[in-house]
């Protein structure tokens, strides 16, 4: 059963434009959702959150808005840079669930010169 | 480096014999996870540690595996009678959290067991 799923295996976009990750989950009992880059080689660095009470949350270049109502996250990036190719995790937890996150597949984002 | 640390990062190892792993996390961290991560998927949850009590194992634990935190710092997660299917990247995190409150992960850079 897959609770948080990325449905795109991979993304190019050139450099300087928006990139769009997307992430659907099925469980309505989520209440904090995470997203991750990993580059090859290296362990998942945390990169943004957001609660379920917000829709929108900012940090630079990353913005990721949450749909509560159609079970979806995405996160974007602008402008997106060569540095930026890397494999992107979206991750959900509940409140009381001891801070366990639930990971999806994972997009894996090249962004070309 | 006050990161999060595995040891070994590489483990190759015959089918049926046992290995070990350690994870150091982040001295004032007191939750501890493990997950294991295939190709091509995400990091699955296998347990976690709130200081030294084992508070939850997913069912991919089976029993050939166990995890200790003995005194609530370091962590080993131990592989009994390895099949070719425990072939993964085993991820180490922890986190400082309060109650229930979810905080962000910090991982290591993980330690890959390859089962000939």
């Known amino acids: 059963d897959q609770q948080v799923k990325q449905n795109s295996p991979s993304l190019s976009v050139q450099e300087g434009r928006i990139s769009i990750l997307n992430c659907d989950y099925t469980?309505?009992?989520?209440?904090?959702f995470l997203w991750y880059k990993k580059y090859p080689a290296e362990g998942p660095t945390f990169l943004i959150s957001?609660?379920?009470?917000?829709d929108k949350n900012e940090d630079g270049r990353f913005t990721v808005f949450l749909n509560k109502s159609a079970k979806h996250l995405s996160l974007h990036i602008v402008p997106s840079q060569p540095g930026d190719s890397a494999v992107y995790f979206c991750a959900a937890s509940r409140y009381n669930q001891g801070g366990k996150l639930i990971f999806g597949q994972g997009t894996e984002l090249s962004v070309k010169p | 480096d006050t990161g999060v640390s595995q040891d070994p990062r590489h483990k190759i190892t015959k089918r049926g014999q046992n290995v070990t792993f350690r994870c150091d996390p982040i001295s004032e961290h007191n939750r501890l996870y493990w997950y294991r991560q295939t190709l091509g998927q995400g990091p699955e949850f296998l347990t976690y540690?709130?200081?030294?009590?084992?508070?939850?194992k997913s069912r991919l634990l089976s029993d050939r595996f166990s995890a200790e935190r003995p005194k609530g710092s370091f962590s080993t997660l131990e592989i009994q009678r390895t099949e070719q299917g425990d072939s993964a990247m085993y991820l180490c995190?922890?986190?400082?959290?309060?109650?229930?409150?979810?905080?962000?992960?910090?991982f290591g850079e993980g330690s890959r067991l390859t089962v000939l």
């Open positions: 540690f709130q200081n030294e009590a084992q508070l939850e």
């Open positions: 995190a922890s986190s400082l959290a309060s109650g229930q409150n979810t905080g962000e992960l910090f």
């Open positions: 469980n309505s009992m989520f209440d904090y």
């Open positions: 957001i609660s379920s009470i917000k």
